[in-house]
């Protein structure tokens, strides 16, 4: 209890001891509001828009009709999704989306700003129109006179072989763009960050239909590369089927007065040639309906749970909130200069002297 009270002192004493010099704490206080003004006004606001997605796990299955018809001309209806695990599922979906590959993509994506009916792409709006603080003046500055022009190289996004400015709005738009994926639920929220309001719900918006679609692609890849070769065996039966159908009939109507056997004969084979490719093309056909219907199977379903808007407020810092913090620094600086600073600096002068 006594020490609890002694430091309670202490603390009380600390106070009163900085207090007692009003004048030097209004100094620092005012002289960090100032500077924290300064920094505010050159700080730009940033808007965030949200999307939250609800993936489907794992396929269905096919109808209980086409099942059976599978299971006749022999075709499996087992995919990876529901025999093993997918090579992309929910919890990596944040890192396709910051890779350099989906990234580059919006480079060339459109937009046009809140207060602005000027259409640019998502690369030269972070270029042009990011607000540039006064304190990277001379970096620019010493950029523009020490630097090669890269304005040409531009126009070419070579993903192999980026430029130093292409590199930096690359890892711009990563550090903007967010994904977080709830791991009971596998609920995905897609955030974009923008100092323009409008392009920040335009590109939410944008890498929520890129994602779903590069996801749709990769887990039908597999079944629609077998419904193109059924499709490619179809036709190819179909023409063969049809050009045993008029060789026969050709045949049969020229020889239709014919009894002879020898005639008969070579009629009985065409028939058969027919028949047997009608066969392969019924089969193949059935075949391709199935792998129409597993494509369908395969492709995932996202339920847009909340889409992109335009947000009302910014999600930066407010500058009120700024301005407070830094007088509240002051206050800090303040404390540590009347306490230990001012005292150590003493005892040097008077050593020196």
């Not at 219907?293 to 492709?299: G, H, I, L, P, Y």
Request: proline share 3%; charged share 25%; hydrophobic share 40%.
């Amino acid at each position: 209890m006594e020490q609890k009270k002694n430091h309670e002192i202490d603390i009380v004493g600390i106070i009163k001891k900085i207090l007692k010099e009003w004048k030097l704490l209004t100094y620092f206080v005012i002289s960090f509001a100032v500077f924290g003004v300064i920094i505010a006004l050159n700080t730009q606001k940033t808007y965030t828009s949200t999307v939250i997605l609800a993936p489907e796990l794992s396929g269905g299955t096919l109808p209980e009709g086409l099942s059976s018809l599978a299971s006749m001309v022999g075709v499996n209806i087992g995919g990876s999704s529901q025999n093993g695990v997918d090579a992309i599922y929910p919890q990596i979906y944040p890192d396709v989306l910051t890779s350099s590959d989906f990234i580059l993509k919006l480079f060339n994506v459109k937009v046009q700003q809140y207060e602005d009916t000027t259409t640019k792409t998502y690369y030269r709006h972070l270029l042009e129109d990011a607000f540039i603080p006064f304190w990277k003046y001379p970096k620019l500055l010493v950029s523009k006179i020490f630097k090669k022009d890269e304005s040409k190289l531009d126009g070419h996004v070579n993903a192999f072989m980026l430029t130093k400015r292409q590199n930096e709005v690359l890892n711009e738009i990563r550090a903007n763009v967010s994904c977080v994926v709830d791991k009971n639920t596998s609920v995905i929220s897609i955030s974009v960050s923008d100092f323009d309001k409008k392009v920040a719900a335009v590109m939410a918006d944008t890498i929520q239909k890129q994602l779903r679609n590069y996801i749709t692609i990769y887990r039908t890849q597999k079944a629609r590369n077998d419904m193109e070769y059924t499709e490619k065996l179809y036709k190819e039966s179909k023409a063969e089927y049809i050009r045993a159908q008029q060789k026969y009939s050709s045949y049969a109507d020229a020889n239709e007065d014919l009894m002879l056997v020898s005639f008969k004969a070579k009629q009985d084979e065409l028939e058969n040639e027919m028949q047997l490719r009608y066969n392969i093309y019924n089969q193949i056909a059935q075949q391709l309906q199935i792998t129409k219907a597993k494509v369908q199977e395969v492709t995932p379903v996202f339920s847009v749970i909340q889409g992109a808007s335009v947000p009302v407020k910014a999600s930066s810092m407010p500058r009120s909130v700024m301005v407070l913090l830094y007088m509240f620094l002051g206050v800090i600086v303040d404390a540590v200069w009347i306490l230990y600073i001012r005292d150590i600096v003493n005892k040097r002068k008077l050593k020196k002297g």
